[in-house]
């Protein structure tokens, strides 16, 4: 079956302790990005990604970090977690980088950083 | 800033139409107009994209207005299963995606 999948779903942390939330894609696509969810400011694009080795920020980059080495992976590090990046997250990808693709979602990860 | 512009909320009843419109005055040639929506507890999903002409599919249809400036998302027949988040988005591959905070839709039994 098609699909992006993130995990873990929910994650609970303190300040400070390094953590990875990975998404992978078996379809193939070239395009990846992350986005966090917040009550009442939408979803915001975190980092995206054309293609391998090739990553570029979104509107909330600070704090957060992410790598592209092989096409299906595209994991989110949070070196130093906070508590303002407690929030809703997801990741997508599509197929091309031509803006006709449509966006494929994974089913989020909640994260509380205390 | 987001590129488009939406209702914060809009209600229809059950089995009736519903048209969510979307502003997109500064869309340049090689946006496409995209619609998502948001199930609560889930990630979102696609709904329908064009980038000049109408489109169709078996969730939605997509009017787009002459000067593309504009477009309107059309549920045929609402059901309470379409109550959601709308975004509508341009996308045109070469940059970061700005999604708004959509349109709520509520739909009364």
């Known amino acids: 079956e098609a699909q992006v999948t993130q995990n873990p779903r929910y994650l609970i942390t303190v300040t400070g302790k390094k953590l990875t939330v990975t998404c992978s894609q078996n379809?193939?696509?070239?395009?990846m990005s992350w986005y966090r969810q917040d009550p009442g400011l939408g979803l915001r694009q975190i980092y995206y990604?054309?293609?391998?080795?090739?990553?570029d920020k979104g509107d909330v980059p600070e704090g957060y970090k992410v790598s592209r080495k092989e096409k299906r992976n595209f994991p989110l590090i949070l070196e130093s977690p906070s508590p303002n990046q407690t929030s809703l997250y997801f990741c997508?990808?599509?197929?091309?980088?031509?803006?006709?693709?449509?966006?494929?979602f994974g089913n989020g990860t909640r994260l509380t950083v205390t | 800033d987001a590129k488009t512009t939406q209702p914060n909320s809009m209600e229809s009843n059950e089995e009736e139409p519903v048209h969510l419109p979307c502003n997109h005055s500064?869309?340049?040639?090689?946006?496409?107009i995209h619609w998502y929506r948001q199930l609560p507890s889930q990630g979102p999903e696609y709904v329908i994209h064009?980038?000049?002409s109408n489109v169709n599919n078996r969730m939605a249809s997509l009017a787009i207005a002459e000067d593309r400036k504009s477009s309107t998302l059309i549920l045929h027949r609402a059901t309470l299963r379409d109550a959601a988040v709308y975004y509508c988005?341009?996308?045109?591959?070469?940059?970061?995606?700005?999604f708004g905070k959509g349109t709520k839709l509520t739909v009364n039994p």
């Open positions: 997508a990808s599509s197929l091309g980088t031509g803006g006709g693709s449509p966006l494929h």
């Open positions: 379809m193939n696509h070239e395009y």
């Open positions: 990604s054309m293609n391998v080795e090739v990553t």
């Open positions: 500064t869309i340049s040639g090689t946006d496409y």
């Open positions: 064009g980038l000049t």
């Open positions: 988005i341009l996308n045109s591959g070469s940059e970061k995606l700005v």
